[in-house]
């Protein structure tokens, strides 16, 4: 199946600082998506991406789709942004798969 | 509207115990999935339902039970459980299986 990737596995950002964040898989895909998962165990939505660049306002993503990656920019870092960020891809008719997320940590 | 609620949050049982995981989603999908999701690992796909129909079921034990009553309600019937059973457990939709999915709060369920 599939392969997906992710990393750093760890980060820890001092507030204000920026990030990138990478997801590479292994084959073509027909859905990515990028999740926060906050404290509380909550799993959000972030970005529906399986190719282009999107912004949501401190956020961007771009995946390059023939190149199999994706990419995840966190800019002016707050510690609200502390969790874990998870890449999740879809191909053919495989469910979503997960990479093994990066556990950010946001210091004031 | 693009909110799924899970009831309850919050699950305490008994290896003896039956007790059922609701979902609910008003956004018109037809793809509902179950998933568990384990201490700092992420979520596993357990069960798909697409048209109100199990269409994946990833070899998940029989005492973990999927009912998809209509194309609104997702429920997990659990029954006999095991400690290791202990997990976040979280549901999730989508317009389409290929389409973004999105997440429930999640129950977290003990099993003593």
């Known amino acids: 199946g599939i392969q997906v990737e992710q990393s750093p596995p760890d980060l820890i950002l001092q507030e204000g600082a920026n990030s990138t964040l990478r997801c590479n898989f292994s084959?073509?895909?027909?859905?990515l998506q990028w999740f926060h998962q906050n404290p509380w165990g909550q799993l959000i939505n972030l970005f529906y991406i399986p190719s282009g660049t999107k912004q949501n306002g401190r956020l961007s993503a771009t995946t390059v789709a023939t190149e199999r990656y994706s990419l995840l920019y966190i800019s002016s870092s707050q510690t609200t942004d502390s969790g874990v960020y998870f890449c999740a891809v879809v191909t053919g008719n495989t469910p979503l798969v997960f990479g093994k997320g990066t556990r950010l940590s946001v210091i004031a | 509207d693009t909110e799924v609620t899970q009831t309850p949050k919050h699950l305490v049982m008994g290896m003896t115990n039956k007790k059922s995981l609701k979902c609910e989603q008003h956004m018109g999908h037809r793809a509902m999935y179950w998933y568990k999701q384990k201490a700092k690992k992420p979520p596993e796909l357990m069960f798909v339902y697409s048209y109100e129909k199990l269409s994946i079921n990833e070899s998940v034990p029989s005492r973990f039970s999927p009912e998809c009553p209509n194309s609104s309600l997702l429920n997990l019937h659990l029954h006999a459980l095991q400690p290791e059973d202990s997990a976040l457990y979280l549901c999730?939709?989508?317009?389409?299986?290929?389409?973004?999915?999105?997440f429930g709060p999640g129950t977290r369920l003990l099993v003593l």
């Open positions: 999730a939709s989508s317009s389409l299986t290929v389409e973004a999915q999105y």
């Open positions: 084959d073509s895909v027909n859905n």
